[in-house]
DNA sequence: ACCTGAACACCGTTCAAGT
DNA sequence: ACCTGAACACCGTTCAAGT
């Protein structure tokens, strides 16, 4: 049970981005693509910004329009207000260029949020954490996986709804994975470690609809109104409660943040099932 | 294990609700609300419409404006033409009057869209399966409950992924049950089968992260090209997996449609967890 | 080759005016 | 009391024109 501890050891990791702003989450985000950590040459391109959008010109050095700048940008403007505030024109002037220029590299404003979330879940390739081949066996790796997806949605809680409600393009590419890689991935990991056919696709499933869940609530309970210390004037002002005893007593631990826990517990539970589908020659 | 039978039984009501239309389901709706079946003088009227919208005037016979009317006919548009379709004017037009007229009885459409996510969860209240007193225990209760936000998720798959993202009022009614009076009731089912209050609780977070997880991604996987028959020609012009070889090879079961069956699995597998949350002596 | 001005169709929303 | 016309600010998007 090594892996086990390994896991906490992550766990913690999590726990610290928890509290990191949006802001320093992002910019750590945008560094890592300038730094061309999005892997340009592996299988066909394929699974790079280019499979959702058209290819642009290539890069003319820092200050010229640029499809990576422009969706780098947009999940920035994402991540500062919110969806709301992403707008062709707000996006254009926030990289100083009106509107219209951005229609030469990005076919309209679909496509742009197919790429944001492309590039918020291409950030795995850039997490030194995940992006290493199967090693300490399945559970292990798929350990990394989900965290590395937990961090991912914590960094930016405004994109992670478009990451998990955009539709994906085909079947087998599920939110919130979404990529043909890791998917690849996922599957040759399961497979190589004994798992056949049936049960793979079947831990993919159910990976897949457990950090749906599980990211989906914890994102959307960031930025609820109970909140850390926001304006405390007269009575907690909440709505009234007084005709749901149960809810009332209950509220304080209602209002706790055990997403963290309950986040390793509950991928602890799957993993455990999981191991269960293992023919029996290959339990550990 | 008498609950699992009935368990089974309602999963094939689902299984035949899948293969509706969207149409019919909606309609359906539409007449339960029209019924009345919200269950007006429920503690406080809190839990209905009213409780996000300010009251508006009562009701003044069939044609003339009303709150629940717009409700009830933004929900059809939704699931007709997408969440896209859904336009203040398009709304007034659908219901034969100009579009600020809505003004006089919703804030604005921000409002509107909470308005929709309240009545379509509330759907459950006219659900004979779903809305009766816990009586064969919590068990039995909690899959009445997962199978009748199931039939809602698939009844308004284009309104779903509201329901699943919509920022909560409240860190208390999490997505996808989104009501004070089914948190409430689901609370009590726990603690008078024996529950402590931290049981109660991880339980209700547990199940909210299990539904919200596999009925997103059940919507989303319905709309997605390769559906049922669409349009076959020539080879399927499907993406290339000439990378991928174990995506490749396994294409034929990641595109089925397995959710139903596993829907079941893993409420079953939940519902196990929780049960070994009881202290020892309520074991059944 | 790359960006912009001007324009179009369409939004949500306000408000004085109609009946 | 209830609805509408007209208007405003703001969208996404197109395209001929600028440099």
Redesign the pocket.
Known sequence: MGATRDRADRADRADRDDRDGAAPAASRAAQRADEGAVDPDSPEGRGGAAAVLPAG?PG?GRP??DQRRILGAAVELIDQGGLRE?????L?AHL??????L???V????S?LDGVVEVVVDELYGDPDVYLEPRDGWQDYLARLAHGLRRIALAHPEVFPLVATRPPAAPWVRPPLRSLRWVESFLQAMTRSGFDDEAAVGAYRAFSSFLLGHLLLEVSQRGVPTGPLEDQQGPPASTDLSAYPELRRLRPQLSEDASAVEFEESLENLLERLERLLPPEHGR
């Open positions: 010109p003319t010229g329009l992403l707008t062709m024109r707000s254009g100083g260029v009106e509107a219209m220029a229609y030469r590299y076919p309209g404003r679909e742009l």
